[in-house]
């Protein structure tokens, strides 16, 4: 679809050229309830035919893709938010991590306080032992 829109686009390019390069005289031009007359080349009309659709164009583009910008600004923003939630939680794993092994070793230090003698027990084998 999109080689036929060009080949087509080229097509009509080709035309407006032709034309400008065939009509190089001048016409008179009145636009009627205004008060402005004058010539101007007659190679003006297609070629400002062309200006104005290629603006026109642009601008009906532009304007139908407005909800798909919103679409993707509102999923930039959940994922920068997904982002700020996820690295919040990594922190708070990381701390309570660090809670959990400072407990694991206060309760080892309870452990070996209230039975000294069995304290190879509770640390498991060691290469001493042996």
């Keep these: 679809m999109k080689y036929i829109t060009w080949l087509l686009t080229l097509a009509v390019t080709a035309l407006a050229v032709a034309f400008v390069a065939s009509n190089p005289g ?6 009627w309830p205004l008060p402005f007359m004058g010539d101007v080349p007659l190679y ?3 070629m400002g035919g062309l200006v104005l659709g290629f ?8 304007s139908s893709a407005g909800t798909t910008r919103a679409k993707a600004r509102h999923r930039a923003w959940q994922l ?21 092994r400072n407990k694991e070793e206060e309760l080892s ?15 498991g084998p060691s290469s001493d032992a042996a």
């Design 80 to 100: 920068e938010d997904a982002s700020r939630q996820m690295a919040i939680a990594r922190n708070k794993i990381a701390s309570l991590e660090g809670d959990l």
């Design 109 to 123: 230090d309870l452990r070996r306080e209230q039975n000294p003698h069995n304290h190879l027990a509770l640390e």
């Design 55 to 62: 603006v026109v164009g642009t601008f009906v583009a532009w």
């Design 26 to 31: 001048d016409i008179a031009i009145d636009l």
């Design 44 to 46: 003006y009309l297609p």
